[in-house]
């Protein structure tokens, strides 16, 4: 079951490794996925990951409905004008038209806000740290793609009042290193970490982080982000309270987000032209044991199998004892779903009392002893880990080169990279470059050196510009 070639026609090999891997399944309507047990089992191991680190940090998880009164979309006008051509409204209940239109989440901050405004009433009750798990609709229209783009998609998405500015600082910088952690430490993926440009920040914060990575096809994606929305949501929205001194003030706010994005940056990443190749942390079955039956001599072999399956029940190990496909079938299968380590035993192997391992990222096979399976496992899952990330690392590496001109930025960008330049600040700028050479702002760091490389101006920033999703 050969796979396109990922190197030459990445768009083509992603749309077949997710139906082959049997990741999704399209929806009836045009830009939406069903995902299935394959995906959404990875999605929840993502959710127990940050949904833990929320907790142990203080954040609690609660529900708002997804019908969202158009009064309370229009409460902050940068956030609408922002939004407004993205949602998907309901206009009518059966044939009778509805008084006011109502908006399909296209995220949260209106509808949570507006029960914000009646909560917090006092500084004892602040802060208020609420996150929610749910789906939310955003009726895109460039190029729908199963998980990287679509119309309805999963997120976590955590909504945040502080009674300070710099309380609400520390969350933004907090709540983004716990997304980097998902991405390194779960799931192998290297990013790089700075602020939007106001063009890019989200609709209605006063500034954003993001996260972003390189995707095969050498576009940057984003990955997920984390505003501070300052006193912009707070003012409309009456969101006041009584400080210590009885004094009335604003409270400071946050919003951060998560989502099933990252499933499709992970599979394009790590994937290979036999199939997916799943990080071992983040992988909901890690081993597959894949039994070699010879006529005659099945009974051994799969009483053997059934007990390694047994002894190693912490992997959530898949016994692959199907009648009627080959041992060759069966590897092709669990290959092109990127379960980390195969383990293959047959008669010989029963007799010799030890077993095949193979490793799904680089296809290397050893011969283990039984009695040193376990530690052989618990050793080989932590070094396809790091060996996935350090691939991952250095392909990011070498993707991003400094440029010092509008002409080195273009050509570093039509070959398929990210350029890393000194930046004013300001957004015609920002337009002249992306018309000029085709390359979005992605994020950037504050710096106190360097000349912008269009105009020589003094830098604001050191910026990242490439093409994007």
């Known amino acids: 079951m050969a796979l396109k070639n990922k190197k ?10 997710i139906q082959k891997a049997d990741l999704i399944d399209y929806g009836p309507v045009s830009g939406t996925m069903i995902m299935k047990p394959n995906s959404y089992s990875v999605w929840e191991s ?47 209940a059966g044939k009778t038209k509805l008084k006011e239109r109502l ?17 917090i009433r006092s500084w004892k009750d602040l802060p ?6 749910v789906n939310v609709v955003r009726w895109e229209f460039k190029h729908p793609t199963p998980f990287l783009r679509t119309r309805e998609f999963l997120w976590q998405e955590g909504h945040s009042v502080f009674a300070t500015k710099e309380e609400a600082d520390r969350e933004v910088a907090k709540m983004s290193k716990i997304y980097r952690d998902t991405y390194e430490k779960l799931m192998a993926i290297p990013v790089f970490e700075g602020l939007k440009s ?19 096809d050498g576009k940057a ?3 997920c982000t984390a505003h501070h929305l300052g006193q912009n949501f707070s003012k409309p929205f009456k969101i006041n309270f009584l400080d210590k001194n009885e004094k009335r003030v604003y409270g400071w706010q946050n919003s951060w987000g998560f989502s099933t994005r990252s499933l499709g940056v992970m599979f394009a990443i790590h994937g ?18 894949v039994p070699i039956l010879f006529k005659g001599k099945e009974e051994p072999v799969l009483k053997a199998a059934n007990a390694l399956k047994k002894s190693l029940n912490k992997y959530s190990v898949i016994l692959d004892d199907r009648k009627g496909y080959s041992a060759g079938r069966k590897f092709n299968d669990w290959e092109v779903r990127g379960i980390p380590l195969r383990i293959e035993i047959g008669p010989r192997d029963v007799q010799n009392k030890s077993v095949v391992l193979v490793r799904r990222d680089t296809g290397v096979k050893i011969t283990v002893k039984i009695s040193k399976l376990d530690t052989t496992i618990l050793s080989l899952l932590k070094e396809i880990h790091s060996n996935m990330y350090d691939r991952a690392k250095k392909k990011l590496t070498n993707s991003i ?31 002249e470059i992306k018309k000029k050479t085709g390359a979005k702002s992605l994020n950037g760091e504050f710096v106190k050196t360097g000349k912008c490389i269009v105009n020589g101006k003094p830098a604001t920033y050191r910026h990242y510009f490439g093409k994007s999703y």
């Not at 030459?8 to 490794?17: G, I, L």
């Not at 127990?48 to 979309?73: H, T, W």
């Not at 106001?198 to 095969?216: C, H, N, Q, V």
């Not at 290979?272 to 044991?289: E, S």
Request: with cysteine; hydrophobic share 40%; charged share 25%.
């Open 103 to 119: 908006a399909i989440r296209p995220t949260s901050e209106t509808i949570m806000y507006d029960a914000y405004s009646k909560w």
């Open 198 to 216: 106001e063009k890019e920040r989200f609709a209605g914060a006063d500034y954003s982080i993001s996260l972003e990575t390189i995707m095969p």
């Open 221 to 223: 994606i984003q990955s």
């Open 128 to 133: 208020l740290r609420l996150n929610q798990w």
């Open 8 to 17: 030459s026609n990445f768009s083509e090999w992603y749309t077949e490794v």
């Open 46 to 92: 993502i959710q127990n990951y940050l949904d833990s680190r929320f907790k142990r940090d203080g954040v609690k998880n609660a529900y708002f409905p997804m019908f969202i009164p158009e009064k309370l979309l229009k409460k902050e006008s940068k956030h609408v004008a922002g939004f407004a051509p993205e949602v998907a409204w309901v206009t009518h």
């Open 272 to 289: 290979d032209d036999k199939g997916l190749v799943i990080p071992p942390r983040i992988a909901p079955n890690k081993v597959v044991i």
């Open 401 to 431: 080169v400094n440029v010092s001109s509008l002409s080195e930025l273009k050509k570093v960008v039509s070959e398929g990279k990210i350029a890393r330049a000194y930046w004013c600040g300001s957004s015609k700028v920002e337009d």
